[in-house]
Structure formats: C-alpha cells, structure tokens
C-alpha cells in the first residue's frame, strides 16, 4: 500500500467522532438514566420503609405482622424517628391509630408486664365518649351499713379501654369493659369488685 493511503487512512481513524454521533450517546445515557429513576420511583427501591399500624393498637399489645404493616415513604429526613422493622419482645408503651406511623417512641421492649388486663361489668350506661382507644378513671361507691352509699373514691387513674360489649344474658342490660391499667391499681379495684361497689367510668382522653 502506497504511503500516501497509509497516511490517509491513518488520519481517518484518529478523527474525533461526529457531533451527531457525540448527541447519540448522550441521547442514549439520558434515556437509561431516566428509565432507571422511572423503575426505583415505581418499586420504592432508595425509599425508606416504616412501619404502620394496621389497626389499633394499645398500650401493652406485643407488635407484630398482624396489626403492622411496611411502608415506603419518603419522610424528608425523618424516618429514624420511627420503626423500620419488627424484633422480639417489641411492645406498644402508648396507644398507636390504625394508619399511624410507629413512633420509636411508643415502643419499648418490657412494658407489658407493667400492665394488665381486667373486664368488669358495669350496669349503668356508660358515656358516648368511652371507646376502645380510650382512656377512663374508675370512681367507686361503697354501700354503707346505714344503707347509704359513700363519696365516691377515685380507685384507678388512667386505665385504658380495650373493648367494650354489651352484655344482655338473663335479662340484664350490662356492659362488659375490657381494661389495661397498672398492677398498682388492681388490688384496690378487686377490693371493689368483691365488695359489689358501685363503679363508675370517667372519660379521660386528652385530660
């Protein structure tokens, strides 16, 4: 091959590449990147997961998958300040709304055992403003010998409502009034409850 060819061909090669070339590629890279961002924003991937509650939750209740639920969110820098994952021995320590984000806060790994559960029956019609959720202070009325009846003592401060169901067995219009309340409370309660004293339920949300 003559030297001249040799020459051209050479200057050929060391060409730098076209601008419509140049434009191909970058058209190509901004399409991948794109179809990439398209893909993590519709799969969550890089979005921090939290929990939820998936129904109510109460105060003593053990976390776990059948009242939780993960979610992806962006929470603009937040989200340490709610759980990310189920662990043993986990434990609401604060009532939790279905939907709610699980604050760390409102869990702890021994609470439980600070609580415990208790049904009383009350016959006497009980405040619109009582629901599961709730929370209630317990005055008690005892019957005196004279066939009076005490001041009412208040007997448990904060006890929180887990269920309430009508009870209409034998002819009776009753309530029945799941509880949580501190095992400092329960002795006096008991005490009350044996002694058939007239117990009287006081809605104490937000108080």
């Not at 929470?75 to 021995?89: D, E, I, N, V």
């Not at 501190?182 to 008991?190: D, N």
Request: some cysteine; proline content about 4%; hydrophobic content about 40%.
């Amino acid at each position: 091959m003559p030297r001249e060819e040799i020459t051209s061909t050479l200057q050929r090669l060391r060409r730098k590449p076209s601008k419509r070339s140049t434009s191909r590629t970058v058209l190509i890279v901004l399409l991948a990147l794109g179809i990439g961002l398209a893909i993590v924003d519709l799969t969550g991937l890089g979005v921090p997961q939290v929990l939820v509650a998936s129904k109510q939750i109460l105060p003593g209740d053990k976390l776990d998958e059948s009242n939780t639920t993960k979610v992806s969110v962006d929470l603009q820098g937040r989200s340490h300040l709610y759980l990310t994952r189920l662990s043993t021995q986990r434990v609401a320590r604060d009532a939790i709304s279905v939907g709610e984000f699980i604050p760390v806060s409102k869990v702890v790994s021994q609470y439980a055992a600070q609580l415990t559960s208790l049904a009383i029956e009350i016959d006497r019609p009980i405040s619109g403003e009582i629901r599961a959720g709730g929370r209630v202070n317990l005055y008690c009325t005892s019957k005196l010998a004279t066939g009076s009846a005490s001041e009412p003592e208040l007997t448990v401060v904060g006890a929180w409502v887990r269920k309430i169901t009508q009870n209409s067995s034998l002819g009776q219009n009753t309530q029945i009034v799941e509880l949580s309340l501190g095992e400092e409370y329960l002795p006096g309660l008991l005490s009350s409850i044996a002694n058939d004293d007239d117990i009287a339920l006081v809605n104490a949300t937000n108080r």
